[in-house]
């Protein structure tokens, strides 16, 4: 059975730094790209960056571009989020979820085969 599990979140005041996790059970991600997208209350779910397992690669949203960063550790099956310089609008639950698409779709989250539950991020004072 395959499982993603987010986990990171909590409160945190803003420019203050996070990092999330989201470990792989069930499945293998070599061989997929994993994406991370959150989304805010009242609002529609948003990418944030992608990572290719297998030969690198990542892409950022504009939003988060220079502060969040995508690294993984092989021996846990596991793609972390470093976000830096966290902003009130940073607020959001952040999932992620693992894809085969091709690069120009990191961000098509249809394209993603699983997710995980999410995990919620509060940046306030």
């Known amino acids: 059975q395959v499982q993603l599990v987010e986990s990171g979140g909590g409160l945190v005041q803003p420019g203050c730094s996070q990092r999330l996790s989201c470990a792989g059970s069930?499945?293998?991600?070599?061989?997929?790209?994993v994406g991370w997208f959150r989304q805010a209350p009242g609002k529609e779910r948003e990418s944030v960056a992608a990572?290719?397992?297998?030969?690198?690669?990542?892409d950022y949203a504009d939003s988060v571009k220079g502060r969040f960063a995508i690294s993984r550790d092989i021996t846990k099956n596991t793609v972390y989020l470093q976000m830096n310089s966290l902003k009130p609008e940073d607020t959001a639950t952040y999932y992620c979820?693992?894809?085969?698409?091709?690069?120009?779709?990191?961000?098509?989250?249809?394209?993603?085969?699983?997710w995980g539950k999410g995990t919620l991020v509060t940046v306030s004072a």
């Open positions: 979820g693992v894809t085969r698409a091709v690069r120009s779709s990191w961000f098509d989250q249809s394209m993603y085969y699983y």
């Open positions: 069930g499945v293998t991600f070599s061989g997929y790209t």
């Open positions: 990572f290719r397992w297998s030969g690198g690669g990542t």
